[in-house]
């Protein structure tokens, strides 16, 4: 298995553990965008994030090799107003069949690796609280689940009744 950055011929395949994690996150009508939308967005003029892939050499029916990504950490930056530039770690997916080969400790530890080189101050991500083989592997790494923040979101339909009948001109 390697570890690698993420290119334009990868966002199929990306897209893919995409969906799975919003299907395994209950949400399988989630998922909005598509392949082109990642490859416009991570790979334009200003790239809106960056992604790493687990890549593992593969067997087909005929007998040849081909690679094959099992996983992925999709991140961003931010700035925090207290802390400066940081990492926000927006997905970490292992496909399912592939969850305990070390292809999630080694994405994420290529995150860490990251936010070192990047010298940023902090790494932020979101766990699902009833995630708790993720939010104990989190914990055992040193990472702080932080019970006293929320996590606040405003979807399309919220922005566009805010816009429609809430804003004040």
């Known amino acids: ?35 082109t939308d990642l490859v416009r ?3 334009g003029d200003s790239p809106l994030f960056s992604v790493f892939v687990a890549e593992i050499d593969t067997d087909t029916k005929d007998g040849k ?6 996983g992925i950490a999709l991140y961003y930056y931010r700035y925090s107003t207290w802390k400066g530039k940081t990492l926000h ?5 292992v496909k399912s069949e592939m969850r305990g080969t070390g292809a ?10 990251q936010a070192k080189k990047d010298q940023v101050r902090r790494i932020d991500w ?34 566009n009744d805010f816009v429609a009948n809430k804003l004040r001109q």
Do not use: C
């Open 1 to 35: 298995m390697i570890i690698r950055k993420g290119e334009i011929n990868d966002m199929k395949a990306v897209l893919g553990l995409i969906q799975e994690l919003a299907d395994f996150e209950k949400e399988p009508d989630a998922v909005l965008i598509n392949e």
């Open 65 to 70: 090799q081909t690679k094959e990504i099992i």
């Open 104 to 113: 999630g400790y080694a994405l994420y530890s290529e995150i860490i690796k």
């Open 126 to 159: 979101n766990v699902l609280d009833w995630n708790t083989p993720a939010i104990d592997f989190y914990e055992k790494t040193g990472a702080k689940v932080l019970q006293e923040w929320h996590s606040v979101q405003m979807d399309e339909a919220g922005i």
């Open 89 to 93: 770690l927006e997905d970490l997916v």
């Open 41 to 43: 967005d991570g790979f």
